[in-house]
């Protein structure tokens, strides 16, 4: 440790283009991910990043939720910046410069970004510390040995902490009048209030332990059901007051709030989503650019789709009306049996997709992935997600569904389980975090995901599917292949519509969207445009590779390329392509 501090100051002492003497980029790589996530005990968790006794510290701790916190980041980041712009990147390797390329980008993006973040509200419905403090505990701590459970049950106890830092956030924002739209504020009390209706005894953060403690083979039942009461009692006696507490002050907002959804209704919002824009889709299209790619996508998607329709004798109304019936026909029953029978369906197409990725994928991810249903009191707001496996092994890749209405349907299910398994977010995910080639940082994501090529990733992989005859013979499946893909282009017209041109949220509804994805897209703008931009991005590199290459174009060589690159701004995965495209050419 003193090593490696006196190292860093040798660094920091030195003048630019002079690292310290004997440090290497791949050693600033290695120390500063490590401070990183040494200042993020959440992050530390979920990775296992660190060994021993300061690993089992971490072990027992929950990220603060504090503005101070974020501050500390920020700084943080800045002071990257600057031991990165130390080392000569023309006496890098490939990989480091790439790496050193893919680490500034999102460095520089938390830097740029840090006037803005006032604008995110720490109590929402969707992505709020109320949910993620959930998920944190529910789906990402690690659930192997006896330690693993005292450890939970350590973290909850820090549960109501963190709220309650939330909510001096909140009214922190609160008195400079930096507040949601009113429908959100009444979306995220109803969330919050269901949260805490149960008896402690069937909360999530208790049920959901019981059941995982289950997995557990040398735990006791004494000693199993000595923490699940421990953790009720928490629940309970903390976690319960703590969410009280948050529902009051978000009750107290209501009043003053108005139903003014979009950015510009903020001083500065409109900065402000251009930031997040730029942020989102690692481009520096206007939200007007957007906004009319939306409109073109939607107006091709919608004539394939009507065509397609026809043959299958629905000819009656527009393509949403068409496509509305089509949902309700192919419904599950909103029953136990029907949940159960959706994630039968979904284990076997995931399964399926498996094989059917072989001829397309030459490298496969050697980690499992599972689905399962979000909890119930998620369920009205949740939108279908993945979480990378842990780098241990402890964790499989997790596939998450909300069992609602507009999700109980065979239309389009395929699709989702594409875009979230296989081939797209676990093969993405799951693949980079076996990447030994990389160094550790882009392995973990370390210093976060980047939308577009996640996003764009899922969305290339739903199509990839349709261009490859998975849907063969299955019309309404391919129905549902594009309705995902208008989906997406509706997206680019609704979020810029909202943040931009002072769009309602019923207009944004009225467009064919659900109420539940609108409210996602208030509270987190631009981030619905990354799909859409990122697939056509993919798509775009992929058609320039065909033509560049002709017959030495191979889809394994292409796909091994862009999914070793990683998470990386567009224009660094533009950089990939174009190099191995001229490599393959210089082939004799």
Not at 32 to 58: K, L, Y
Request: aromatic residues 8%; proline residues 6%; hydrophobic residues 40%.
């Amino acid at each position: 440790m003193r090593t490696a501090c006196i190292a860093l100051a040798l660094t920091l002492l030195a003048p630019p283009g002079t690292p310290a003497q004997g440090r290497s980029v791949q050693d600033f790589f290695r120390d500063f991910t490590a401070e990183w996530i040494r200042g993020n005990p959440s992050q530390a968790v979920a990775t296992r990043f660190f060994t021993g006794e300061e690993q089992a510290r971490f072990e027992r701790q929950l990220t603060p939720e504090t503005p101070a916190w974020r501050q500390s980041r920020v700084q943080l980041a800045r002071r990257g910046l600057m031991e990165l712009g130390r080392f000569d990147r023309a006496r890098m390797t490939e990989v480091d410069r790439t790496s050193a390329d893919i680490l500034q980008w999102q460095l520089d993006t938390m830097v740029k970004s840090d006037p803005y973040a006032d604008y995110t509200f720490p109590l929402e419905q969707f992505a709020g510390v109320n949910v993620n403090l959930v998920a944190i505990l529910t789906v990402s701590h690690p659930m192997i040995t006896d330690r693993d459970a005292a450890n939970y049950v350590a973290r909850l106890g820090l549960v109501g902490t963190r709220m309650g830092e939330a909510v001096a956030d909140a009214r922190r924002l609160a008195a400079k009048n930096m507040i949601p739209p009113r429908f959100i504020l009444l979306a995220t009390i109803t969330q919050m209030k269901q949260f805490v209706g149960p008896l402690p005894a069937d909360n999530p953060f208790v049920a959901t332990f019981a059941e995982r403690m289950k997995s557990i083979p040398t735990l006791t039942d004494a000693k199993r059901q000595e923490l699940r009461s421990t953790a009720e009692q928490i629940v309970r006696d903390d976690v319960y007051p703590a969410w009280q507490r948050a529902i009051a002050l978000v009750e107290s907002l209501v009043p003053r709030s108005t139903d003014d959804a979009g950015l510009w209704r903020l001083p500065g919002g409109v900065e402000a989503y251009a930031d997040a824009l730029r942020r989102f889709t690692t481009t520096n299209l206007s939200a007007d650019q957007i906004h009319e790619i939306g409109l073109r996508q939607v107006d091709q998607i919608e004539k394939e789709m009507d065509a397609i329709l026809r043959q299958l004798g629905r000819t009656e109304g527009s393509v949403n009306s068409r496509i509305e019936r089509l949902r309700t026909d192919l419904a599950y029953p909103l029953t136990e049996d029907g949940r159960r029978q959706i994630m039968a369906d979904i284990d076997g197409m995931l399964r399926d997709a498996e094989r059917r990725a072989e001829p397309l994928f030459d490298r496969r991810p050697k980690a499992p992935v599972v689905a399962q249903p979000f909890p119930r009191f998620r369920e009205a707001n949740a939108a279908a997600s993945y979480t990378a496996p842990a780098p241990d092994g402890s964790r499989p890749g997790t596939f998450q569904i909300p069992l609602r209405v507009d999700y109980m349907t065979k239309f389009r299910l395929r699709s989702l389980v594409y875009h979230e398994t296989v081939p797209g977010h676990h093969f993405q995910i799951a693949l980079e975090l076996e990447n030994d080639a990389q160094p550790r940082f882009r392995r973990i994501r370390a210093f976060g995901g980047i939308s577009a090529f996640s996003e764009g990733w899922g969305l290339y992989a739903e199509h990839l599917a349709a261009e490859s005859g998975w849907y063969d013979g299955d019309l309404e499946g391919r129905l549902g292949q594009l309705d995902s893909e208008l989906f997406r282009a509706r997206r680019l017209v609704v979020d810029t519509g909202l943040h931009a041109k002072r769009w309602t949220r019923q207009q944004a509804i009225d467009y064919g969207l659900p109420a539940a994805e609108v409210e996602r897209y208030v509270v987190i703008p631009g981030q619905a445009c990354s799909y859409m931009v990122g697939q056509l991005k993919i798509i775009e590199l992929r058609d320039r590779a065909k033509a560049g290459l002709g017959d030495r174009f191979s889809a394994k060589e292409f796909h091994n390329v862009v999914l070793s690159t990683g998470t990386a701004p567009l224009d660094v995965v533009e950089r990939q392509i174009d190099a191995y495209v001229a490599a393959r050419l210089n082939v004799n």
